[in-house]
Every structure is written in C-alpha cells, then in structure tokens.
C-alpha cells in the first residue's frame, strides 16, 4: 500500500470517527428530549414541587444549580486564571514547575466524590459553614480550578513571544506587558476553560451531595449559609429512590433537559462574549 493510499484510509477512519461521535451526541440529546419534552411547561419551569417531587415544579432546583455555578466560578475562575498566569508568565521551568503541573493534572483526574468528602470535611465541619451554598461552591471550585489553570496556561503560551518582546522593547514593565498585551489576546482561549468548568461543575451530583443538596426543599434560599436544591441530586433522587420512581420518570428527562440547556445557556453566552471580544481585538 503506497503513502497516498494509507492517507486515505487514516483520513477516512478519522472521519467515521468523528461522525460517530457526532451520532451518539445527537442521539443521546434527541431521545432526552423527546421524553422530556412532554413535561416541560410553564408550571413545571416556576412552581415549587409538590407531593414528594411528584407533582409541581423544578424551580427552587434551577435557582439552586444556578446559585451553585455563579457561586463556584465566582471563586475559581480569578484563583484558576490567576494561578496560570504566575506559572507561564513568572515561574521559570524546572523541577518545581513540573511538580506543580503534574499535581494540577493530577487534582483534575481526582474522582468527584473526593472532593466531596474533602468538601464536607473542611468545609462543612472544620470551618463550620455547614450544609450551604458557600460550601457547596467552594467544594465545586476547587473541582473546576486546575482546569482554568491547565486551559490557562496554554492560552498564554500559544500568544507569540514577539509580543512580550514588543512592549518591553517599547518599556513596559512585566505586570503592564500581562495585563494590556498578553492577557488581552489570550483571554478567549482563556474562556474556554471556564466553559468547561461550567459543564462540569453544573453536572456534579458527588460534591454537592455532601455539601448543600436538599432532598426536598420547596423554597428558595435566602443566604448563602443555606441548603438548597440542585438539578443533579434532584434528577438522582427521581430516577433512582424517588416514592414512584416509574410515575417520576418523566419528570426526570425533563429535569435532565432544564439542566442540559442551562449549560447549553451558559456556554452560548460565554461563546458570545469569547467571540465578540475576538472581534474588538482586530
């Protein structure tokens, strides 16, 4: 078999592969949406729910899961961008910097029950914050954090050195050269790390299981220092140990379809912004 031939079979492989995944995608997401569909309304969207989750709404779980996501980016997108910038931008390479990433790496192939334990052990007991959202959010930052470090940090090392070498020929200091050239170009690369967070900590059901999921909470939160419902731990309860969990199975397609297009929302928006920032750069 000559080069040209083999070519050809990788590419076609390539793009069986990517095809298939494509399909499994769109067949994972239409047979939710078609079960869950049948349920979604108006009511479903803004009542409380009623009758052992049963009967009514999913709204203080959608408030909930949303507290919880702003709540955990809030903390983790600073301390994650931040920290990436100290390793490309400050630490020099050696055995340090090579330890550090491997435990970043390391810490984001953590199973997210450990975090969850950890959440519940430091969190909730030793700072005494409780079964609340700062705990809840807190235990899904240090989830999401060395993802936006990784995505970080190789957002910064793809801007050419051209640049760096640009303004401080022109006399900027280091921090200047960081904060109106390097960060500039690389901070749609930068969002693409928080999108990922987003998926991410939006699904978790392990963390805020120990943390802040309320089984059964018809009302919406008033602190921080509060239990609430959640997306995740709310579709667990209903497909898995619900009182009917054959009458709630409906239901639960359509809690699992909210929660799809809240982070289909919030990855559009951030997707937007990644892009019109793009544009005002050129």
């Known amino acids: 078999m000559d080069a040209k031939r083999k070519q050809q079979v990788v590419f076609t492989a390539i793009k069986t592969m990517s095809f298939l995944v494509v399909a499994i995608l769109v067949i994972i997401l239409g047979f939710i949406f078609i079960n869950g569909?049948?349920?979604?309304?108006?009511?479903?969207?803004?009542?409380?729910?009623?009758?052992?989750?049963?009967?009514?709404?999913?709204?203080?779980?959608?408030?909930?899961?949303?507290?919880?996501?702003?709540?955990?980016?809030?903390?983790?997108?600073?301390?994650?961008?931040?920290?990436?910038?100290?390793?490309?931008?400050?630490?020099?390479?050696?055995?340090?910097?090579?330890?550090?990433?491997?435990?970043?790496?390391?810490?984001a192939g953590i199973p997210s029950i450990v975090f969850g334990l950890f959440g519940m052990a430091f969190f909730v007991n030793k700072l005494g914050f409780g079964d609340s959202i700062l705990a809840g959010s807190l235990t899904l930052a240090i989830l999401a954090i060395p993802v936006i470090i990784r995505t970080t940090e190789e957002a910064l090392r793809s801007v050419d050195k051209t640049y760096r070498e640009a303004s401080y020929a022109l006399g900027?200091?280091?921090?200047?050269?960081?904060?109106?050239?390097?960060?500039?170009?690389?901070?749609?690369?930068?969002?693409?790390?928080?999108?990922?967070s987003v998926g991410r900590v939006s699904g978790e059901t392990a963390p805020i299981l120990f943390t802040v999921a309320a089984y059964f909470l018809p009302k919406?939160?008033?602190?921080?220092?509060?239990?609430v419902m959640a997306l995740p731990y709310h579709l667990y309860v209903m497909a898995t140990s619900g009182t009917d969990i054959e009458k709630a199975r409906p239901l639960a397609y359509g809690t699992a379809l909210v929660l799809i297009f809240i982070v289909l929302i919030c990855n559009l928006a951030a997707n937007i912004i990644r892009n019109r920032y793009t544009k005002t750069k050129k």
């Open 172 to 196: 900027a200091t280091k921090l200047h050269t960081i904060k109106k050239v390097i960060l500039p170009i690389a901070f749609p690369n930068i969002l693409t790390g928080f999108i990922l």
């Open 220 to 227: 919406l939160p008033q602190s921080i220092m509060e239990q």
């Open 37 to 107: 569909i049948q349920v979604i309304s108006w009511d479903f969207l803004t009542k409380m729910p009623e009758d052992g989750m049963l009967k009514g709404g999913i709204f203080p779980a959608i408030v909930g899961t949303v507290c919880l996501i702003f709540g955990s980016m809030l903390f983790a997108f600073p301390i994650g961008v931040l920290s990436g910038i100290y390793m490309n931008e400050y630490l020099k390479e050696g055995p340090i910097k090579q330890f550090i990433r491997l435990m970043t790496d390391n810490l």
